[in-house]
């Protein structure tokens, strides 16, 4: 524990020979100024969320409870093997042959095998068009929304919020339980040659969401 | 107390270095055009939140209280880490960081690790160190895949291969790849989205057989002890998620002290990084979480002169940097040299900060050169997302460097100003020395400027052009002309009305 102890003096001793010249706070006050908005008034939620998902190029099927089936089956269009995490929605679930289940568990090669995933979500947020996984039931574990080439998501109504910090309001229960998050924006991309965009390097290259009200 | 920070082998220092680059002007064509795309795509997106100031007050007001508070979040972040199932680690320098990286690849028996783009591991130049100990890593970030299999030197924090053109990067692939693993197709294109998929096919065998991988982190929760990765192309999830063993190398700095705080912070990255409203893919994780993901969980505490900037009561500002870039993409010096020239894994402004105080001052001429790679004009400062007030700490750093130099043999620049305060000190005396300064204008100020001069006044030219001395000095025009009340031509001939007009 030598280096822990010596970094931890360096620290003391660096703050004691030069204080903070703002280190003088009211008592209690951290002094954090947070005086950003944490809310966001939106004329229409739903419609700026869609709006921005489609911006990354990222189709977006909006539908009644009725229609999440029918809008499941084309999202997952021309995908042959589609795996489907334990504790989604059975009614959502088209009947296909091509579903399969991960259990037991799918190695990471086999898992390459897999064309698609149908997953849920936990939170949805308008102004960043972006989706976030807890992996918790429905969701699946983290590997299988990465590796197969097309990610199919249902969120629903409920489930979309403003901005970021009323996301991270709605997370703090799934980080306080341990659970990992991948917060989704359109398919992966990179523009490290020449700046140009390309969608789709690693991650699933296409992305298509359900949003269900 | 001087601590280890890659610094690019053989690096000149940089007004040597920058002369070359501004030679090159294909390169600074590439990385005009890259910076001007993504500072107006910033500048784009941050106008759109009306509250965008008020958020860069919260993330430098979060950031300080993490620095005054330092040693508390510390021994918090290491409880949270290890009552999630975390073992942590602490590294005074680069040294002890590696061996705790290789030690731990060699108990599991690999001999390859893949890696997440990290600037702290490059700091710490992890992979030279895995590579002497016969451990492989391979760099899955697609810029950072360019420069490894280029053998080649970031140039950009976001954009480590910027200077490099598609054709380029084809060729590097084409020759490459195969030497490592998966080939790319003979007939490979230049096309940006196939040399995309060449990087994902030959990627991939690497992420799905990988044991180990190596990450850092953009923040560290203390509360919570979650550690988050933002990232573009997923090649952070698939290090993060497939292999059973993980080791994040972790700045001391990138703690925040609450959950609450990535709220602000996962406003502000985006934005002022890629200019996008946000990134693609944002990984967090807290520990192990049983049956998803590495099974083993390791975070490297990482000090290596982050508690000597921290000593530095107007430096340690710069502790606050979430390494967006944003100040690089706006930097007019940054713009005409590109990255090399700073001769470090942190270039730009922020690197001509950064650099000179975890390394220390006073110790080598590259690192003293860096607090001068700068006009002060602002523009920095500007666009910080945590208000880094990277002018005045370039000022301070300036005079840190000059007091460095001062106590031995009196450098060029300290005997040229003490010359200068003697002929200032007497009217007569700069009469004089005006009167030949004008003369030996008329010789060499043929273009308006002096160039390179002799030694020890090289030390002045190498960096500047120097505008040549007028042909007249103010004094000797105001005595000719009774301040202008005379004819007012010009000693040279030139006629030219100057004052009263009646």
Known sequence: MKAREEILRRVGSALVAAPDVRSTEPDGDDGIRRDYAHTRELPDRLALFVERVENYRARVIRTDPEGVVAAVAKSLAGARRTVVPSGFNPAWIPNDPGIVRDEPVLGAGDLDTVDA???????????????VLDHTEGQGRRALTLV????????????IVGDVPEAISRLRSSVNKGRPLTW?????????????RVEGVHGPRTLRVVLVE | MMSKTATFIGMPPFPIAAKKALADSQLRGNI??????????????????DDFE???????DIKDDVLRNLGRYLEQVEESLTAAGATVHWARDAAEANQIVVDIARRHRVDEVVKVKSMATQEIELNTALEAAGIAAWETDLAELIVQLGNDLPSHILVPAIHRNRSEVREIFLREMGKVGMPAEADLSDEPAEL??????????????????????NFLVAETGTLVVVESEGNGRM?????????????????VPAWTDLEVFLQLLPRSATGERMNPYTSTWTGVAPGDGPQEVHVVLLDNGRTQVLADQVGRQALRCIRCSACINVCPVYERTGGHAYGSVYPGPIGAILTPMLRGVGLDEQTDALPFASSLCGACYEVCPVLINIPEVLVHLREKVVDSHRGGVPGALQAAMTGASWTLAGSRRLAMLQRFAGLSGRMFGRRGLIGRMPAPLSRWTDARDLPAPPRESFRGWWARTDGGRRDAASPSGNTRNIGDKE
């Not at chain 1, 197969?148 to 489930?159: E, F, K, R, S």
Request: proline share 3%.
């Open chain 2, 239 to 255: 290090c993060l998620t497939l292999p059973e063993v993980l080791i994040s190398v972790v700045g001391i700095e990138k703690i």
């Open chain 2, 32 to 49: 005009r055009n890259a910076t001007h795309t993504i500072r107006t795509k910033r500048a784009r997106v941050c106008a759109e939140l």
């Open chain 2, 196 to 217: 995309a998929g060449a990087a994902r096919r030959h990627l991939r065998e690497k992420f799905l057989r990988a044991k180990v991988a190596v990450s850092g982190a």
């Open chain 1, 117 to 131: 995933v149908l997953t849920s979500a936990v939170v949805g947020i308008a102004v960043t068009g972006t989706i």
């Open chain 2, 54 to 60: 008020q958020l860069r007050q919260a993330g430098a």
């Open chain 1, 148 to 159: 197969p080439d097309l990610h199919v998501c249902v969120v629903t109504a409920d489930q």
């Open chain 1, 184 to 196: 989704i924006s359109g398919p992966s991309a990179t523009v490290d040659i020449e700046l140009k």
